[in-house]
């Protein structure tokens, strides 16, 4: 089974930065896809970025300029560097990883969540 770990999440004020991070763990033989989403109160989960093995990127209009998606090969581990933040980006934000494992078993799996607040 893969393993995702969230960190980095807390409550910043408007304007301000955050960089969210997603260790992968787990006999991974290769990652498909990468993503980030979140949830506010009383609304649907919702894609926010996405990064795919090949290298290429895609954001939600809401977040486009101000939101990177990248990634550390090596250490397998996700990070969504935010800045410019916005009250309305206050959700709970989760990482999604889907690939294959090591014994050839596909896997989509996702972190526990961490909660981003962003509010004066």
């Known amino acids: 089974q893969v393993q995702l770990v969230e960190s980095g999440g807390g409550l910043v004020q408007p304007g301000g930065s955050l960089r969210l991070s997603c260790a992968a763990s787990?006999?991974?033989?290769?990652?498909?896809?990468m993503a980030w989403y979140r949830q506010a109160p009383g609304k649907q989960r919702e894609l926010v970025a996405t990064?795919?093995?090949?290298?290429?990127?895609d954001y939600a209009d809401s977040v486009k300029g101000r939101f990177t998606i990248s990634t550390d090969n090596a250490s397998n581990t996700l990070y969504l560097q935010m800045n410019n933040l916005k009250a309305e980006d206050t959700a709970v934000y989760y990482c999604?990883?889907?690939?294959?494992?090591?014994?050839?078993?596909?896997?989509?799996?996702w972190g526990q969540g961490t909660q981003v607040t962003v509010s004066s």
């Open positions: 999604n990883v889907q690939g294959r494992q090591s014994f050839g078993r596909t896997f989509n799996s």
């Open positions: 990064l795919l093995s090949g290298g290429s990127t």
């Open positions: 787990g006999s991974i033989r290769r990652i498909n896809s």
